[in-house]
């Protein structure tokens, strides 16, 4: 099966709902597969599965899922309930879902445990008509904005099984970001430290191919206004290449291929913040600017 334990799915809020559409399909490439009750479904269009929900009103994330078995999903619903946490049982809730466990982590953003109908692997010549070839792939990975980062990094630790793979700290020792994964991706979810409760994402990232990939798309958004606002590099977190920007409807996108995998037990990065020149870029050059550090939607 493709992707299992890794990042499945999101919901995201956007400023104008249509407009915000008609970019993920017409510049991007995505499929609309569904929508209900004022939420739009879109796919990277390799497979049946949704990647990427849209709902109308604001910015940021309302909840993120990662792909486990039946059987993963109803253990992990027994040590919940030997939490605190309020826990949701959300079986055939969104279009391709079978079983789903959602839980509100600390800071208030929900993560879900989901199985889906199609588990066939991703298909080039078995994707959907409408599919652009410069579309990206899949969903890559998710970093959100927190103010309670190390309540959420323990909670996704302790019930969940998730591992830490990289962080930074600062000399005090305090997280300010925190890279995670439940399965061989280096990270499926990050953390930024914020003060702002309304902030819930730094950026949302699709899966490319190559840096090929990632330039063709980077030239099918400059023809459509889109603008870079950082890279595009390679990470020193998950060695990937990236290149972001600011998407419709008010939330950055990175765009990202050649995400390192690693072995269960490799051990956690730590780096503190005031020894990196540069946190972002493992090629140096200009660091971005104070707004990309901090700022999310
Ligand atoms: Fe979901
Ligand atoms: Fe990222």
Known sequence: MTGVRKLEHATMAVTDLEESVDCYTDV??????????????????????????????????????????????????????????????????????????????????????????????????????????????????????????????????????????????????????????????????????????????HHIAFQFESFDHIKLFCDRLAQHGYQLEYGPSRHNAGSNLFAYFWGPGGNRIELSAEMATLDPDTETGVRVLEEESNTVSSWGGSPPKQEFLEKGS
Request: proline share 3%; glycine share 8%; hydrophobic share 35%.
């Open 28 to 201: 991007f490439g995505l499929d609309e597969l569904d929508r209900r009750d004022g939420v739009v479904y879109l796919g990277c269009g390799l497979d049946e599965n949704y990647d990427l929900a849209l709902t109308e009103g604001g910015t940021g994330i309302e909840h993120f899922a990662i792909r486990l078995t039946d059987a993963e999903i109803d253990a992990y619903e027994r040590r919940l309930a030997d939490t605190e946490a309020d826990v949701r049982r959300t079986d055939g809730a969104e279009p391709g879902q079978e079983s789903g466990v959602r839980v509100s982590l600390p800071s208030g953003i929900d993560v879900e445990l989901v199985s889906v109908a199609d588990t066939r692997y991703l298909h080039p010549t078995k994707a959907t008509a409408d599919r652009l070839g410069v579309a990206p792939l899949d969903l890559d990975h998710i970093n959100l904005m927190s103010d309670a980062i190390e309540e959420d990094v323990a909670f996704l630790e302790d019930h969940l099984d998730f591992d830490v793979s990289d962080e930074i700290v600062e000399e005090d020792g305090s997280t300010v970001q925190s890279w995670m994964r439940h399965g061989r991706f280096h990270h499926d979810a990050g953390f930024t430290r914020t003060d702002d409760p309304a902030e819930t994402l």
